[in-house]
């Protein structure tokens, strides 16, 4: 199963493409006894199976995709200088985001070290230059990140919730600068591109972005399908498309997805199987006990709301983790209880995609599901 994405984004962008490369540069990365283990776990896929994935920008489906080849066949990537260059990009306009973003508040951002005005502004009157990154952009960079009041501004910012991936890299730093560094399988996770993946003929996954318009070639994409893999972003449970809750906008577009698949679809396959991932639950507990937000002020029903009697809660979790986790579970699963009829064909997860002991549990959960359903041997 390989995927890559085309340098021009377009609407309804096409099946993924194969590529023979694979992971030789870094196989030194597994040893023996963990290659052998993923090739037992090998999921074996029937042949010309084809899943739709689908989720809103930022909601983790590529991670999904790489969770899945790392799972399945042990891959990385085939050349660690094209992720180490991805990363350096990451870095690189991270800072200057932060940057540029310090000058525009009002008030000003409350900076706990007096000489990180001096670092802000070393960064900015060079920010034509660090194209290549170099030492010297890495001691500011990590001066800048090292104060606290930088820091915590930045985690409340609206757009953290879409760049976490930003604060794993600057934690970082002091690695990512080393002139012998190769990245790590969970960097690799953490990095927004896909690279290389083991190629599998037999099975393909579309990616298909939530914010795309309703089209022919969105609905063909439906008809092609075998089954649909939904990211759902739990974190943001407070933002809005058009005024209308992101959260119930997914729960009308898979209703959209199925109506177009069973009244277009083959008489023989009245349903079509879902897997529904409640992703980024990690961030969402973060929302959650900042308080800046409350679940109810958008959801007013999750106030009188009791946790059901199957609910399990992750360690640490208080009640109103545990509360505000399964509210938003019964929400899709009512929804899609209401939608096919039949609890046999609907998965639910709560799933954080950059955590691999999480995701190796979610697969070990799904492959009945995807057995009955036929998509694996």
């Known amino acids: 199963m390989h995927f890559t994405s085309s340098p021009k984004k377009s609407l309804g962008e096409g099946w993924g493409t194969f590529s023979s490369g694979y992971m030789a540069a870094l196989r030194s990365c597994f040893?023996?006894?963990?290659?052998?283990?993923?090739?037992?776990?090998?999921?074996?896929?029937?042949?010309?199976?084809?899943?739709?994935?689908?989720?809103?920008?930022?909601?983790?489906?590529?991670?999904?995709?790489?969770?899945?080849?790392?799972?399945?066949?042990?891959?990385?990537?085939?050349?660690?200088?094209?992720?180490?260059?991805?990363?350096?990009?990451?870095?690189?306009?991270?800072?200057?985001?932060?940057?540029?973003?310090?000058?525009?508040?009002?008030?000003?951002?409350?900076?706990?070290?007096?000489?990180?005005?001096?670092?802000?502004?070393?960064i900015e009157s060079r920010k034509d230059q660090w194209s290549t990154l170099s030492a010297d952009f890495f001691e500011h960079a990590k001066a800048l990140w090292q104060d606290e009041g930088v820091k915590e501004w930045f985690m409340q910012s609206p757009?953290?919730?879409?760049?976490?991936?930003?604060?794993?890299?600057?934690?970082?730093?002091?690695?990512?600068?080393?002139?012998?560094?190769?990245?790590?399988?969970?960097?690799?996770?953490?990095?927004?591109?896909?690279?290389?993946?083991?190629?599998?003929?037999?099975?393909?996954?579309?990616?298909?972005?939530?914010?795309?318009?309703?089209?022919?070639?969105?609905?063909?994409?439906?008809?092609?399908s075998h089954m649909f893999i939904v990211v759902i972003d739990c974190s943001r449970f407070d933002e809005y498309n058009d005024n209308y809750s992101k959260l119930k906008d997914l729960i009308s577009m898979l209703k959209f997805i199925n109506n177009a698949a069973t009244r277009h679809g083959s008489s023989t396959t009245p349903k079509f199987p879902f897997l529904v991932l409640l992703n980024k639950q990690d961030q969402l507990v973060v929302k959650l006990r900042s308080c800046i937000r409350k679940l109810e002020n958008d959801f007013p029903n999750f106030a009188d709301y009791t946790v059901p009697e199957d609910a399990c809660s992750s360690s640490g979790d208080e009640l109103l983790v545990t509360r505000a986790k399964h509210f938003i579970r019964d929400l899709f699963q009512n929804a899609l209880k209401e939608m096919l009829k039949d609890e046999t064909y609907f998965c639910v997860h709560f799933t954080t995609a950059i955590d691999r002991d999480t995701m190796n549990e979610v697969f070990l959960k799904c492959e009945s599901f995807l057995k009955q359903h036929k998509i694996l041997k």
């Open 159 to 224: 757009e953290y919730g879409a760049m976490s991936f930003v604060k794993y890299f600057l934690d970082r730093l002091d690695i990512i600068k080393q002139t012998d560094y190769v990245p790590t399988v969970q960097d690799y996770f953490w990095c927004k591109s896909k690279f290389a993946s083991r190629p599998d003929p037999d099975f393909m996954i579309r990616e298909w972005p939530s914010t795309c318009s309703v089209t022919k070639l969105l609905l063909r994409a439906i008809l092609d």
């Open 31 to 122: 040893s023996k006894k963990q290659l052998e283990r993923q090739q037992k776990e090998k999921w074996s896929f029937r042949v010309g199976k084809q899943v739709l994935l689908y989720g809103e920008k930022n909601c983790g489906k590529t991670t999904v995709i790489k969770q899945l080849n790392y799972w399945n066949y042990g891959v990385v990537y085939d050349d660690y200088k094209e992720v180490i260059k991805e990363i350096n990009s990451i870095v690189r306009n991270a800072v200057l985001c932060i940057i540029s973003k310090l000058s525009q508040e009002d008030p000003p951002v409350e900076m706990t070290e007096p000489e990180t005005q001096c670092h802000v502004e070393y």
